[in-house]
């Protein structure tokens, strides 16, 4: 009997037969030796569940739903029909590297407290353009809120955890499950939860071991689209307790009112925002000028801002490497 435990990759798809071929690939090619593949087709879609079940893989078990219920239910339905002790989820236009899960067992094997979630970093690609995130690693003792919300540097937001780059215990999941029906910000809402009122540690690999395959780059795309926010700020109202009070006011600041300016909400809802900041009690004048920045300056002038800083911080970042090599 081995003592290798089972992980199961949780995919969910729909109408999309061969990006999901491509990303059942990728999971099977892991170099750790014990995965099973759930893949949850989100409504009526033969086209896929053919391409599936050409497979022919033992290894892959096709949960295929009489109706679509969305992409945070389908994963919860992924988890409760997977048989691993630690679910991996991924979604069906992105891809790992072969030692993916292999990394990630093994930092979860020299963790004392198990009950702890794993991400990395993950490279999100468009063409031949590249960007890495998150940009920096968690500080010691700090906490999810903190890390996710609370910017440093100059830089006006905190850092991203993408959905495909996670591995969680399954009894987490089945205790926090994802919000059903909220189309926006699942991952976010699912993280705070899990490491505060879940009480689960988490920890950020260091290597790029995800990759997110976008038609364009996040900030591009979404200039172009109106976001449902308001869902999601629902959501975040709901569980405003479990944030520091600085950490609720910097996501209201950044996530909220960066969409609502997408949305091209009127100067009464932008308002309405600012008023939960200052009411949180968290607003300090960091807070300030961040939510002032971001209500005032325009969305493609942040973007090409964005884009020289980290232009800067790559230059940065070879000088140093010049440096220790020399």
Same mark, same amino acid.
């Given at each position: ?19 999901? =071929?491509? &990303? %059942?690939?990728?999971? *099977? ?29 033992? $290894?892959?078990? =096709? ?43 093994? /930092?979860?094997?020299? #963790? !004392? ?11 999100? $690609? ?23 919300? $609370? !910017? ?14 996670? #591995?969680?215990?399954?009894? +987490?999941?089945?205790?926090? !499950?994802? %919000? ?10 699912? +993280? ?6 879940? @009480?689960?540690?988490?920890?950020? *690999? ?15 795309? $979404? ?18 307790? +479990? ?9 209201? &600041? ?24 200052? &009411? ?24 090409? +801002? ?8 790559? /230059? @940065? ?10």
């Amino acid at each position: 009997m081995t003592d290798i435990q089972l992980v199961s990759v949780v995919i969910p798809t729909r109408n999309r037969p061969q990006l999901v =071929v491509r &990303a %059942v690939a990728s999971a *099977l090619s892991q170099t750790y030796s014990r995965i099973q593949v759930v893949v949850v087709i989100d409504g009526p879609d033969a086209a896929t569940e053919l391409v599936l079940h050409r497979l022919q893989d033992d $290894r892959v078990k =096709v949960v295929a739903l009489a109706e679509n219920v969305g992409g945070g239910e389908a994963r919860n339905t992924g988890v409760r029909e997977a048989n691993g002790e630690w679910i991996a989820f991924l979604d069906d236009d992105d891809e790992w590297v072969p030692e993916k899960i292999e990394k990630q067992m093994a /930092l979860i094997a020299s #963790l !004392p407290n198990k009950r702890a979630f794993v991400s990395c970093k993950f490279t999100e $690609r468009c063409g031949d353009e590249t960007r890495t995130y998150p940009v920096r690693l968690p500080e010691r003792n700090e906490s999810i809120d903190d890390y996710m919300c $609370r !910017p440093r540097g100059m830089r006006a937001g905190g850092e991203l955890m993408q959905t495909s780059t996670l #591995l969680i215990p399954r009894t +987490l999941m089945l205790d926090i !499950p994802f %919000v059903r029906g909220l189309k926006r910000g699942q991952e976010f809402i699912w +993280l705070i939860e899990a490491g505060t009122r879940g @009480g689960a540690g988490f920890h950020v *690999l260091p290597e790029t071991l995800s990759f997110f395959n976008a038609d364009g780059f996040s900030d591009e795309t $979404r200039i172009s689209k109106k976001p449902n926010w308001r869902s999601f700020y629902k959501s975040l109202k709901d569980i405003r307790h +479990l944030f520091k009070r600085s950490a609720y006011a910097y996501c209201i &600041a950044t996530r909220l009112l960066t969409d609502a300016i997408l949305c091209n909400e009127p100067f009464h809802v932008k308002f309405s925002l600012l008023k939960d900041c200052i &009411a949180s009690g968290g607003f300090s004048p960091k807070c300030a000028l961040t939510f002032a920045y971001i209500w005032f300056m325009p969305p493609s002038t942040r973007i090409r +801002l964005g884009e020289l800083l980290r232009r800067v911080q790559r /230059l @940065g970042s070879g000088q140093s490497q010049e440096v220790a090599e020399a």
